[in-house]
């Protein structure tokens, strides 16, 4: 297990374009520097269970936070740099700070688990929350019935639809056609007698 300890700063951030980005945990402890890449999400999921756990169980909770720490410039191989496959959350009530576990696959299948720990104090802990909620909400749009991505377009396939679209209106009734439409249906109902 690689064991960061209390780091001296976190963040979060994503990578590419809208549609085709990828995330990362950031954070720093001392001249080490860790990256955990995860989901979009995994992200904000962690995002959310931070803010929970703080509002179930610190001491200070209410309290506005003090000034994090900027992460600052972050190097481009950091000491740690895995793909997250499980994330795992608890809370130091004496030194009231988050500890986050994360598992690599490998770690997984040798069973060392977990392969990465790092604790995060209660101010940086919301910083990275709020850090968390730009990240996520600077991507493409969810839809509000299936929370899948929506496209440049704003049209996706959405099984929240049933199938039905406000998009697409529905041709305008000609009553003409209609009237015309009736009376081959009557036609059709009351065949003509044979000429005898």
Known sequence: MIDFG??????????????HRT?????????????LWMEKQQLAALGRAISQLLAERSRQRGRPPTR???LGEFV??????????????DFDADHDCIVLLADDA?????GESP???LECARTGALTLVRTIEEVVAA???LCPLCGQPLEGSGQHFCPGSNGHSKELPLPARDEANEATDDDDAEDDEA??????
Do not use: K
């Open 139 to 141: 991507g493409r749009p």
């Open 106 to 110: 490998r770690g997984l299948e040798r």
């Open 6 to 19: 209390m780091v001296d700063a976190v963040d979060a951030e994503a990578i590419g374009e809208p549609g």
């Open 23 to 35: 995330f990362r945990l950031r954070a720093r402890a001392g001249a080490q520097y860790l990256a």
């Open 68 to 70: 994090a720490a900027p």
């Open 191 to 196: 065949p003509d007698e044979p000429a005898r």
């Open 115 to 117: 392969t990465v720990r």
């Open 76 to 89: 481009e191989h950091p000491d740690v740099d895995l793909q997250v496959v499980r994330l795992g959350l």
